[in-house]
């Protein structure tokens, strides 16, 4: 039996993407903050016979279970009668129930129709899980190895239920904790990052998952099992490892963000960044300013989209754009120092790129990105070529121009320090 619990989700609104299991979202996280987690979450129609092949599987292997939805008292809601099928239990009409539904009608002048007395049935042997919030009950089944427990579907009801009878049923399995960080890398492919860490896999009791994000790869680590000091201190022992071993390539944890991190480092550095942008035309300008506090370190930008426009507002030379094409280190270059002189800016970044799907030659191939930072001193040059659609590798030149301001400030801190 794994210590991971199982989820199913019973609605055939569900399988339709019209409706989301926000149910298991939410449920999710609350395992997560009582130190357990699912191994199988799963959403199953309105059909009895499915509900019990699911069910049956996992009471199989799971130490407990939790059905949501298909508790109401009309004919599609069929949870009840697929856990006795899966348990081969009798569903039987309990009188004291019964007698609790009717009153609910009586005290609200609502009449009984006979259906409703379905939600007065469930599995012999089966315990009720009260609703405060309307008629549905819930309904709750030990079965040696493992729990169930079967909630309805309006969230507001789930909810209320699970916290004050699911909870602590689930919390009494044992005093644990569960801890897990996110480290966030730039510059990097996913398989280049495995590769690199594939010893680490096997840490004791840590999983790491490796998986590409909105601006790089993240690294997730997850330690459950443990008490709450010993998980965090496995987390922090991983992230040790890991962290000496990605260097520079590692920018941040949990939800930062490279344009946090570079706005941090540019406040630090009492510097200033302006832009140049043709194939982003303003995304990397509006990542940067989606930092609070930005003003201090953000002088301004030019979106340059058209030829004329890179040589009048850019100051990027006629004759260059001709022998070398808008899409050249040559003109990323001269937006940068641009960028930097006629805003008045410390760092200057040029990024000029061929983003598709048209436009593409085998020269000057989709993809094609030329981003140049230029400071007092230099230029320096990134040539990238991204996969994806045009939202992909407009998204992907904006983190990698962020990137190059990153590294850039950190040499420059480092050589700072050595001075
Ligand atoms: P109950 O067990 O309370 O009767 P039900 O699933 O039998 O719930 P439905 O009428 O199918 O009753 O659904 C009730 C409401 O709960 C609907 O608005 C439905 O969209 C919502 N709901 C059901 N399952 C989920 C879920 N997994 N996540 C979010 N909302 C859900
Ligand atoms: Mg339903």
Same mark, same amino acid.
């Given at each position: 039996v794994s210590s991971k619990g199982e989820l199913i989700a019973v609605g055939s609104e569900l399988l339709r993407g019209s409706h989301r299991d926000t149910n298991g979202d939410w449920l999710s996280e609350q395992l997560e903050a009582l130190g357990f987690s699912l191994g199988v979450r799963s959403a199953v129609?309105?059909?009895?016979?499915r509900i019990a092949a699911l069910a049956r599987r996992a009471l199989d292997r799971a130490p407990f279970v939790l059905v949501v939805g298909g508790?109401?008292?009309?004919? #599609?809601?069929?949870?009840?009668?697929?856990?006795?099928?899966?348990?081969?239990?009798?569903?039987?009409?309990?009188?004291?129930?019964? +007698?609790?539904l009717e009153s609910w009608f009586r005290r609200r002048a609502r009449p009984f129709l006979p259906e409703q007395a379905r939600q007065a049935e469930r599995p012999r042997g089966a315990e009720w899980i009260d609703n405060p919030l309307g008629t549905a009950p819930g309904i709750a089944l030990e079965l040696g190895?493992?729990?169930?427990?079967?909630?309805?579907?309006?969230?507001?009801?789930?909810?209320?239920?699970?916290?004050?009878?699911?909870?602590?049923?689930? /919390?009494?399995? $044992?005093?644990?904790?569960?801890?897990? +960080?996110?480290?966030?890398?730039?510059?990097? *492919?996913?398989?280049?990052?495995d590769r690199q860490l594939s010893d680490l896999y096997g840490l004791p009791g840590v999983a790491v998952t490796v998986l590409s994000g909105h601006e790089g790869i993240e690294i997730h680590l997850l330690v459950e099992g443990f008490r709450a000091e010993d998980a965090d201190d496995r987390v922090a022992e991983a992230d040790r490892l890991i962290s000496e071993r990605l260097g520079r390539d590692l920018y941040g944890r949990?939800?930062?963000?490279?344009?946090?991190?570079?706005?941090?480092?540019l406040s630090r550095g009492d510097r200033t960044l302006a832009t140049a942008e043709s194939c982003t035309a303003g995304l990397l300008a509006g990542a940067v300013t989606e930092v609070a506090?930005?003003?201090?370190?953000?002088?301004?930008?030019?979106?340059?989209?058209?030829?004329?426009?890179?040589?009048?507002?850019?100051?990027?030379?006629? +004759?260059?754009?001709?022998?070398? $094409?808008?899409?050249?280190?040559?003109?990323?270059?001269?937006?940068?120092?641009?960028?930097r002189e006629r805003c008045g800016a410390d760092l200057g970044i040029?990024?000029?790129?061929?983003?598709?799907?048209?436009?593409? *030659?085998?020269?000057?191939?989709?993809?094609?990105?030329?981003?140049?930072? /230029? #400071?007092?001193?230099?230029?320096?040059?990134?040539?990238?070529?991204?996969?994806?659609?045009?939202?992909?590798?407009?998204?992907? *030149?904006?983190?990698?121009?962020?990137?190059?301001?990153?590294?850039?400030?950190?040499?420059?801190?480092?050589?700072?320090?050595?001075?």
């Open positions: 129609e309105d059909d009895p016979e508790l109401g008292p009309t004919e #599609d809601d069929r949870t009840r009668e697929g856990l006795a099928l899966a348990l081969d239990l009798p569903l039987e009409r309990d009188p004291e129930q019964l +007698r609790r190895k493992s729990e169930l427990f079967a909630l309805p579907g309006v969230p507001a009801e789930m909810r209320a239920m699970f916290s004050s009878f699911v909870a602590p049923r689930i /919390a009494a399995r $044992g005093n644990r904790s569960l801890a897990r +960080r996110i480290l966030r890398v730039a510059g990097r *492919t996913e398989l280049s990052v949990g939800e930062e963000t490279l344009a946090q991190v570079v706005g941090s480092l506090g930005s003003s201090r370190w953000f002088r301004g930008g030019l979106v340059v989209y058209s030829d004329d426009l890179k040589r009048e507002l850019a100051g990027v030379d006629a +004759r260059t754009l001709q022998r070398h $094409g808008a899409v050249s280190e040559q003109v990323a270059g001269q937006l940068a120092s641009g960028a040029g990024i000029t790129g061929v983003a598709g799907p048209g436009g593409g *030659t085998s020269e000057k191939p989709v993809g094609l990105v030329h981003l140049a930072l /230029a #400071d007092r001193y230099e230029i320096r040059h990134g040539r990238m070529l991204f996969a994806g659609n045009r939202e992909m590798i407009r998204r992907r *030149t904006v983190a990698a121009a962020l990137d190059l301001v990153r590294r850039h400030l950190l040499e420059f801190a480092e050589k700072g320090e050595e001075q």
